[in-house]
């Protein structure tokens, strides 16, 4: 089983990126994993951005209204869109899965809002 994030890059301040984090194995049922956006900028800890279980997403309070989470349980892939974005934003994001004890963790891309 594998996660893998995508749609990193460098965006302007107030500027939107999408990223992408497709799930693979045959075993991997994607639509009963909870499913979540973590980011990390350099020098601090690692922070939960938000989750998707079910039809219910949630959200860090500070990307609350800018971020939107939205999974595709066919194509195994959950998404994030990233809207007004500031240099706050910037770190690497990272792609978890968890189904009981089973825990996935993606290898994470870059983000970075700058002029």
């Known amino acids: 089983v594998q996660v893998v994030e995508s749609g990193g890059g460098l965006v302007q301040p107030g500027g939107s990126l999408r990223l992408s984090c497709a799930a693979s194995g045959s075993t991997f049922i994607f639509s009963m994993y909870v499913m979540s956006w973590y980011r990390q900028a350099e020098g601090k800890e690692r922070e939960w951005v938000g989750s998707?279980?079910?039809?219910?997403?949630t959200y860090a309070d500070s990307v609350e209204g800018r971020f939107t989470i939205s999974r595709d349980n066919t194509q195994k892939t959950m998404y994030l869109q990233m809207l007004n974005m500031s240099a706050e934003d910037t770190g690497v994001y990272y792609c978890k899965a968890v189904l009981s004890s089973r825990v996935f963790w993606g290898q994470g891309t870059q983000v970075t809002v700058s002029s």
């Open positions: 998707s279980v079910g039809d219910t997403t």
